[in-house]
Antibody, heavy 120, light 106 residues
Framework: EMQLVESGGGLVQPGRSLRLSCTAS????????MHWVRQAPGKGLEWVSG????????GYVDSVKGRFTISRDNAKRSLYLQMNSLRTEDTALYYC?????????????WGQGTQVTVSS | EVTQPPSVSVSPGQTASITCSGD??????ICWYQQKPGQSPVVVIY???KRPSGIPERFSGSHSGNTATLTISGTQTMDEADYYC???????????FGGGTKLTVL
């Protein structure tokens, strides 16, 4: 059974850092691109960042460029999102999602999400 | 930027159509996700018109020019949810979601 389990969320003050993790099982992790997608309370889905199967292709939404860094460790079947200089507008449920392809395509499977709250 | 109507209402048994438009969508595949309250999104249509296994046949997709459309025929109350379209560009390593459409079945 395919699973994506996110962790690392929590309450953090503006300007601080947080590192999210996503552990995958039930599929060949290093065959697929992976993504982070967030959803602020009562709002729509927003793609945050994606990484191809071999980390050769990485993308970010403009609002997080220079502050967030996506990475993956295929040996550990894990995806990460290092979030620095957090802002109140980064408050959201952060989903880890598996791509349908090794490069960017549609998102075929999603985790349950981890909540990030940025507040003083 | 990708635009969807904020809300669509339909009576049970009728056909619901949700559009997704954007300047550069003509050369991109579109997929559609369904998200029910408290749940993670689930894809209902990919590559404009293909249905994943397990998705009912009443869900269909089309794409013409810069507009894609999700159609739900014989809409059921269980179809009430938020629907999002998504496009991607592998060359620029970017993914974009539409703003979402709340489908009400009443």
């Amino acid at each position: 059974e395919m699973q994506l389990v996110e962790s690392g969320g929590g309450l953090v003050q503006p300007g601080r850092s947080l590192r999210l993790s996503c552990t995958a099982s039930g599929f060949t992790f290093d065959d697929y691109a992976m993504h982070w997608v967030r959803q602020a309370p009562g709002k729509g889905l927003e793609w945050v960042s994606g990484i191809s199967w071999n980390s050769g292709s990485i993308g970010y939404v403009d609002s997080v460029k220079g502050r967030f860094t996506i990475s993956r460790d295929n040996a550990k079947r894990s995806l990460y999102l290092q979030m620095n200089s957090l802002r109140t507008e980064d408050t959201a449920l952060y989903y880890c999602a598996k791509d349908n392809d090794g490069h960017f395509d549609w998102l075929s499977f999603w985790g349950q999400g981890t909540q990030v709250t940025v507040s003083s | 930027e990708v635009t969807q109507p904020p809300s669509v209402s339909v009576s049970p048994g009728q056909t619901a159509s949700i559009t997704c438009s954007g300047d550069n969508l003509g050369h991109k595949y579109i997929c559609w996700y369904q998200q029910k309250p408290g749940q993670s999104p689930v894809v209902v249509i990919y590559e404009d018109r293909k249905r994943p296994s397990g998705i009912p046949e009443r869900f269909s997709g089309s794409h013409s020019g810069n507009t894609a459309t999700l159609t739900i025929s014989g809409t059921q109350t269980m179809d009430e949810a938020d629907y999002y379209c998504q496009a991607w560009d592998s060359s620029t390593a970017h993914v974009v979601f539409g703003g979402g459409t709340k489908l009400t079945v009443l």
